[in-house]
């Protein structure tokens, strides 16, 4: 009996950057710090507003002379126009490479040993002309690919892996309280530490500045956390993104991103733990904190 799935993920998009630059060029920009990016080391990373709010959040993978951004395909034309403003004179290149590579998860049991990957977060290895890595965020989501975009999932299919569709490795996910770029961050209003960022390995509070840097900071260390993103279980239909989440008359938070009774919602902590119902287009939301979270 298959154990172990892989989904080929399509509504995610590659961009690739090229150039001498290349990795000073995005050191400057995201979250995370981009000299740990290496053929073994994946990362997981954001690009904020000047004012530290959500603009794109992608993984970044090395592969040969280029470093290859996991994004959401319907907005990487709007992340490779947001890089290109900061270009200048830097010797880097940006170019769309979805048509020459595809995302894939692996999941399940055994899925990180079928690889010959460690249970270790952003862990990478050469992978059928492409890169297999353990994904940055959490252990338990197993692994994520780039992989030529004829292969499709065959080479996987041959290390034991059951096909799948996209919708099954979101349920894993919705499952674990992860949350997937726009779908559950607001762009240019989310904060990153309202939504799991610093515990899903997307920050290094060690790294040198960049774009929304002070504000970030500046929340972690005032522990100005009010809100957080965190997986509710739904009693009735599924309440569409965006539904206020009521308790009482007082609006408590907004649903994001669901599928088959389960969802996530941006919620005030103080109406996690009063008592009181949570209340969504008539659904009733049972929130819980998961095990990864710091709050």
Not at 3 to 28: I, P, S
Not at 39 to 52: C, E, F, I, K
Not at 76 to 88: E, I, P, S
Not at 150 to 178: E, I, K, Q
Request: glycine share 12%; hydrophobic share 45%; with cysteine.
């Amino acid at each position: 009996m298959v154990e172990r799935y892989c989904a080929v993920l399509e509504d995610r998009g590659v961009l690739e950057v090229t150039g001498a630059d290349r990795r000073e060029f995005l050191q400057g920009l995201v979250s995370n710090d981009v000299a740990k990016a290496t053929p073994d080391r994946a990362l997981y990373a954001a690009l904020l507003t000047a004012q530290g709010k959500y603009l794109h959040d992608f993984f970044i993978v090395a592969l040969g002379d280029a470093l290859y951004l996991d994004g959401e395909a319907a907005r990487l034309a709007d992340l490779k126009r947001r890089l290109g403003l900061y270009k200048l004179r830097a010797k880097v290149s940006l170019a769309e490479a979805s048509d020459r590579y595809a995302v894939a998860a692996a999941f399940g049991d055994g899925a990180l040993d079928a690889l010959g990957l460690p249970p270790e977060r952003g862990a990478a290895v050469p992978f059928a002309d492409g890169v297999g890595y353990v994904d940055p965020r959490l252990v338990e989501l197993g692994a994520r690919l780039l992989l030529p975009r004829g292969a499709g999932a065959t080479p996987l299919a041959s290390r034991g892996f059951g096909m799948t569709d996209a919708a099954g490795y979101d349920r894993l996910r919705l499952s674990l309280g992860v949350p997937d770029g726009s779908r559950d961050l607001a762009v240019e209003k989310a904060i990153l530490l309202e939504s799991g960022f610093d515990e899903l390995n997307g920050i290094d509070w060690q790294k040198g500045c960049y774009v929304g840097q002070e504000l970030t900071a500046r929340t972690k260390y005032r522990a100005l956390i009010k809100k957080r993103l965190m997986p509710v279980t739904v009693h009735g239909p599924l309440p569409p993104p965006g539904t206020p989440v009521m308790s009482g008359d007082q609006e408590a938070g907004e649903m994001r991103s669901g599928r088959d009774g389960v969802g996530l919602a941006l919620l005030r902590l103080e109406a996690t733990s009063d008592g009181k119902p949570l209340i969504a287009a008539g659904a009733k939301l049972t929130p819980r904190k998961p095990a990864w979270a710091n709050f």
